[in-house]
C-alpha cells in the first residue's frame, strides 16, 4: 500500500477516519462489520489507536491490516511511547513493517491509568519527536509519519508559541504531516497554521472533527485532552442533552458548517473522529465532499 504522503502530490484534500480497538472478541467482529461500511465511502486512508500501553497493541495492527488486505484502503498505525523501551519499539516497528503497513501515526501517549505515575527514563523515547526520529533514521523512506499537532496548545504546554516550537521540532526529526486534535472554534486552527507557517513549518496540518453526539460525553473528553467547548457549542448544545436525536441533528449541522468553513480556508481535508460508528460520520462526509 501507498504512503499516505504519496497522496499529496495529486490531491489538494483528502478525507479519513480514525477507529479505536475494542476490548472483546464480540467488539472486534462488529468493528470490520463497521469498517466494511466505512470503506465504501471511499476515503483516502483510515487510522487506528494504539492504546494506553500498547494493551491493544495487536489488535490496531490487525485492525490496519484488515483494512488494507481486505478493503484496498490505506491504513496507518498509531503508536505511542508510553511503557515500551526502545528496545521494544524497534521490535514493534519491524512487526508494522513485516505486516506491509507503510504509515506510522508517532505520539509520545499517555500513562495508563494503572500506572498513572509512570516516567520515561534513559531507555523510553521521552517525546513523540524522538520516536519520529528513530523511526526515519532505522526505516529510512519505507514509512510515512504523521504527527499529532494541538491547535489551543497541548494541556501539557499552554505556551502556544512554545508548543508549536515542538511541533516543528516533530517535522524536523522526520514527520511528513499533521493531524490536529479535536476543537470547536475555527479560528484556533486557522491561527495554529499561521503560527506553524511562520517558523517554517509547510507540511500539511490536516484538522481533526469530532462530531458531536452526545454533549455531556463531550464535556468530559474535552476536559481530559483540553480541548475547548466554545460558547457556542454550549449555547446549542446544552439545552438539547437529554434529546439524543436532537443532539445528534443538531450534532450534524454544526460539523458540516465547521468543515465547510474549514475547507473554504484551506484546510488540506479532514481526518474525522468517528467514535468506531458510521453514522453521522458519512451524512457529514457526503455534504462537505
Same mark, same amino acid.
Given at each position: 500500500?501507498?504512503?499516505?504522503?504519496?497522496?499529496?502530490?495529486?490531491?489538494?484534500?483528502? $478525507?479519513?477516519?480514525?477507529?479505536?480497538?475494542?476490548?472483546?472478541?464480540?467488539?472486534?467482529?462488529?468493528?470490520?462489520?463497521?469498517?466494511?461500511?466505512?470503506?465504501?465511502?471511499?476515503?483516502?486512508?483510515? /487510522?487506528?489507536?494504539?492504546?494506553?500501553? #500498547?494493551?491493544?497493541?495487536?489488535?490496531?495492527?490487525?485492525? *490496519?491490516?484488515?483494512?488494507? *488486505?481486505?478493503?484496498?484502503?490505506?491504513?496507518?498505525?498509531?503508536?505511542?511511547?508510553?511503557?515500551?523501551?526502545?528496545?521494544?519499539?524497534?521490535?514493534?516497528?519491524?512487526?508494522?513493517?513485516?505486516?506491509?503497513?507503510?504509515?506510522?501515526?508517532?505520539?509520545?501517549? @499517555? %500513562?495508563?491509568?494503572?500506572?498513572?505515575?509512570?516516567?520515561?527514563?534513559?531507555?523510553?523515547?521521552?517525546?513523540?519527536?524522538?520516536?519520529?526520529?528513530? !523511526?526515519?533514521?532505522? $526505516? #529510512?523512506? $519505507?514509512?510515512?509519519?504523521?504527527?499529532?499537532?494541538?491547535?489551543?496548545?497541548? !494541556?501539557?504546554?499552554?505556551?502556544?508559541?512554545?508548543?508549536?516550537?515542538?511541533?516543528?521540532?516533530?517535522?524536523?526529526?522526520?514527520?511528513?504531516?499533521?493531524?490536529?486534535?479535536?476543537?470547536?472554534?475555527?479560528? @484556533?486552527?486557522?491561527?495554529?497554521?499561521?503560527?506553524?507557517?511562520?517558523?517554517?513549518?509547510?507540511?500539511?496540518?490536516?484538522? #481533526? !472533527?469530532?462530531?458531536?453526539?452526545? $454533549?455531556?460525553?463531550?464535556?468530559?473528553? /474535552?476536559?481530559?485532552?483540553?480541548?475547548? *467547548?466554545?460558547?457556542?457549542?454550549?449555547?446549542?448544545?446544552? %439545552?438539547?442533552?437529554? @434529546?439524543?436525536?436532537?443532539?445528534?441533528?443538531?450534532?450534524?449541522?454544526?460539523?458540516?458548517?465547521?468543515?465547510?468553513?474549514?475547507?473554504?480556508?484551506?484546510?488540506?481535508?479532514?481526518?474525522?473522529?468517528?467514535?468506531?460508528? *458510521?453514522?453521522?460520520?458519512?451524512?457529514?462526509?457526503?455534504?462537505?465532499?
Amino acid at each position: 500500500m501507498k504512503r499516505i504522503r504519496d497522496l499529496f502530490s495529486h490531491q489538494e484534500q483528502t $478525507y479519513s477516519f480514525e477507529l479505536f480497538p475494542p476490548k472483546t472478541d464480540k467488539g472486534f467482529e462488529n468493528l470490520l462489520k463497521t469498517i466494511a461500511q466505512l470503506c465504501e465511502l471511499n476515503p483516502d486512508y483510515i /487510522s487506528c489507536t494504539y492504546g494506553a500501553g #500498547g494493551g491493544n497493541r495487536d489488535k490496531t495492527f490487525d485492525v *490496519v491490516q484488515h483494512i488494507e *488486505v481486505q478493503h484496498r484502503v490505506i491504513g496507518m498505525a498509531h503508536l505511542t511511547c508510553v511503557l515500551n523501551t526502545k528496545d521494544d519499539i524497534k521490535t514493534i516497528v519491524d512487526d508494522i513493517k513485516a505486516r506491509g503497513i507503510r504509515n506510522i501515526l508517532a505520539l509520545r501517549g @499517555d %500513562p495508563p491509568k494503572d500506572q498513572p505515575d509512570w516516567q520515561p527514563t534513559d531507555d523510553n523515547f521521552k517525546y513523540s519527536s524522538e520516536l519520529a526520529a528513530f !523511526i526515519r533514521e532505522k $526505516y #529510512g523512506d $519505507y514509512f510515512g509519519i504523521a504527527v499529532a499537532g494541538f491547535p489551543e496548545g497541548h !494541556i501539557l504546554c499552554p505556551d502556544r508559541e512554545k508548543d508549536a516550537e515542538f511541533l516543528k521540532l516533530k517535522i524536523d526529526a522526520g514527520a511528513n504531516f499533521v493531524i490536529t486534535q479535536l476543537f470547536f472554534d475555527n479560528t @484556533d486552527y486557522f491561527a495554529y497554521v499561521e503560527r506553524l507557517r511562520k517558523i517554517g513549518v509547510d507540511v500539511r496540518v490536516i484538522p #481533526g !472533527i469530532l462530531p458531536i453526539t452526545n $454533549y455531556e460525553a463531550l464535556l468530559r473528553f /474535552s476536559s481530559l485532552c483540553g480541548a475547548t *467547548v466554545t460558547a457556542e457549542v454550549e449555547r446549542i448544545f446544552a %439545552p438539547l442533552q437529554d @434529546d439524543q436525536e436532537a443532539t445528534v441533528k443538531a450534532g450534524i449541522e454544526f460539523a458540516i458548517r465547521q468543515c465547510r468553513e474549514l475547507l473554504d480556508g484551506g484546510a488540506p481535508g479532514i481526518h474525522f473522529y468517528c467514535l468506531n460508528k *458510521v453514522h453521522p460520520t458519512a451524512e457529514i462526509l457526503q455534504a462537505v465532499r
